[in-house]
C-alpha cells in the first residue's frame, strides 16, 4: 500500500505515464508508439508541475508575509507534515478504497468519468479524514466513510462540470477534476444570467503598440509585478530585498510559470486524450478524463488572468470586512493561491457562459462566497487542519469538508 501510494497514486508523471502506456496498448500500438507516448506525457506532467511549481513560488510568500503580521500564527499551514504524521496511514487507505470505488462507480453507473489528478487523488481523502477526526470517528468507520466520499467527489463533480467545460472547449474530449467545482459552478451560473457571448475575454483588442498584452506570460507577469509592489507596501516584510527589483524578480519567474505550464499542458493532452480513448473503449465506455484546471486556462488564457486580478480585489476586501466584523473565530488571510487556480479556472467557466461581463461578475461573487466558506472551514477544523485551510481552502476543500464533517458527527 505504502509503495503504491508513494511510488504511483502519489506521482502524477508516473500515474498518468502509466495511464498513457495501458491506453496505447489497448489500442495495440507499436512499441516505439507507446515507448514515446507514455514518455511524452510523463515529461509533459513535469513540465506542467514544474511550471505550477513556479507560479506558487511567486505568489505563496505574499501569504507568508500576512502571517507575519498576526504573528505566525499560520506558519504550520504551510505543509500537511503535522496531521500526515498521525494520519497518513488511514488517508493512505482511503484513497486506495476510494479509487476502487471511484472506478466501480465509473463501470457501473451513468456517472462516467475517471480522476486524474493525481496530488487531488491525495489531498480528498486528506482533508475527508481531518473531518471525521473532527467528528470524532476512528478506525473502520473512519477510512470507509472517507472512502466512500472521496469516491463520491471525484466522479460525480467532474460529471457535473462537464457541460461547463465543454462550452468552453468546443468539444467534448476532457472535463475537469479539481476543487475548482463549486466556485465554478456558481461563476458560470451568474455568468449565464448577467453576461453577454457575444464578446468573450478573447475579444479584447489591444492597440498594436500594446499587443504584448496578448502573450499570456507577459500579461501574468506584469500583474504580479505589481501585486508584489502593492503587498509590499503594505506589508514591508514581504521581502528584505530592494522591493522594486524583488517585485520584477517575481514577476518574470510567474511569466516564466505560465510559459513553462502551458506547454506542459499541451504535451500532456497530446498524448494523455487520445491513450484515454484506448482505456475508455475497453474499460469505461464514453469515460470522460478529469484534468487539472491548467489544462483549460490555455482555452481562455485571458479569462484566468482578468478572473485572478478580479478575485484578488473582491476577496480581499470581504476578508477585510469579515476580520473586522470577526464574524469567524480565526484570523482570515488573502488566499492568492485559490484566487489564481480555483478562481481562475471559474473565470474561465464564467467567461464560456457570460463572455467578458459574466467572466468579471461570475468570478466576484464566487469570491465572495470563497472567502465565507473558508472561515467556515477554518472554524471546523479548528482541531485539525485549520491552518492548512488558511493557505489552500476557500474551495471544494472547505465546501465539502465542512459538508462531510457535519454529516459524520451523525456517527
Known amino acids: 500500500m505504502n509503495f503504491l501510494t ?22 495495440g500500438k507499436s512499441l516505439s508508439e507507446v515507448i514515446k507516448g507514455t514518455l511524452m506525457a510523463a515529461f509533459g506532467m513535469i513540465i506542467l508541475d514544474t511550471g505550477v511549481g513556479i507560479l506558487v513560488g511567486s505568489i505563496a510568500p505574499i501569504n507568508g ?56 487523488i491525495w489531498w480528498f481523502p486528506f482533508i475527508f479524514v481531518a473531518a471525521g477526526v473532527e467528528a470524532g470517528l476512528s478506525g473502520p468507520i473512519l477510512i470507509g466513510s472517507s472512502a466512500i466520499f472521496s469516491a463520491l467527489y471525484w466522479s460525480i463533480m467532474p460529471w457535473i462540470l462537464r457541460k461547463y467545460v465543454f462550452d468552453v472547449i468546443g468539444d467534448q474530449s476532457f472535463t475537469l ?31 498594436e503598440s500594446m499587443s504584448f498584452f496578448r502573450e499570456v506570460p507577459i500579461t501574468g507577469g506584469l500583474i504580479i509585478m505589481i501585486i508584489w509592489v502593492v503587498v509590499g507596501i503594505i506589508v514591508p516584510s514581504l521581502t ?46 464514453d469515460a470522460l478524463p478529469a484534468f487539472d484546471c491548467p489544462v483549460i486556462f490555455n482555452y481562455r488564457p485571458n479569462a484566468v488572468l482578468i478572473g485572478f486580478v478580479v478575485a484578488m480585489i473582491v476577496s480581499t476586501i470581504t476578508l477585510i470586512i469579515v476580520n473586522q466584523l470577526g464574524l469567524f473565530h480565526t484570523f482570515l488571510l ?3 493561491i485559490t ?31 470563497m472567502i465565507l466558506v473558508l472561515g467556515i472551514s477554518a472554524d471546523i477544523y479548528s482541531n485539525t487542519i485549520s491552518n492548512w485551510m488558511l493557505i489552500f481552502g476557500g474551495n471544494d476543500f472547505s465546501i465539502f469538508g465542512s459538508l462531510v464533517k457535519l454529516i459524520m458527527s451523525i456517527f
Open 6 to 27: 508513494t511510488n504511483i497514486l502519489r506521482n502524477p508523471p508516473v500515474l498518468l505515464g502509466l495511464i498513457a502506456m495501458i491506453g496505447l496498448l489497448l489500442q
Open 65 to 120: 508575509a500576512f502571517s507575519k503580521v498576526i504573528n505566525g500564527s499560520v506558519g504550520e499551514g504551510l505543509n500537511d507534515a503535522t496531521f500526515t504524521a498521525s494520519f497518513g496511514g488511514e488517508v493512505g487507505l482511503s484513497m486506495f478504497i476510494g479509487l476502487i470505488l471511484h472506478l466501480i462507480i465509473a463501470k457501473f453507473t451513468p456517472i462516467k468519468t475517471i480522476f486524474l489528478t493525481g496530488h487531488m
Open 177 to 207: 477534476g479539481h476543487p475548482t467545482g463549486v466556485l465554478s459552478i456558481i461563476a458560470g451560473t451568474v455568468a449565464k444570467f448577467v453576461g453577454n457571448k457575444d464578446r468573450t475575454t478573447e475579444d479584447i483588442k489591444f492597440p
Open 240 to 285: 528584505e530585498n530592494n522591493l522594486a527589483f524583488e517585485s520584477i524578480n517575481q514577476g518574470l519567474k510567474f511569466g516564466a510559470g505560465l510559459l513553462i505550464m502551458l506547454q506542459g499542458v499541451r504535451m500532456l493532452i497530446n498524448q494523455i486524450v487520445p491513450a484515454f480513448h484506448g482505456i475508455s473503449e475497453k474499460i469505461v465506455p
Open 334 to 336: 488573502p488566499l492568492v
Open 339 to 369: 484566487c489564481f487556480f480555483e478562481c481562475g479556472a471559474a473565470a474561465v467557466i464564467a467567461d464560456g457562459q457570460g463572455g467578458l461581463r459574466g467572466c468579471i461578475i461570475g468570478t466576484a461573487v464566487a469570491s465572495i462566497v
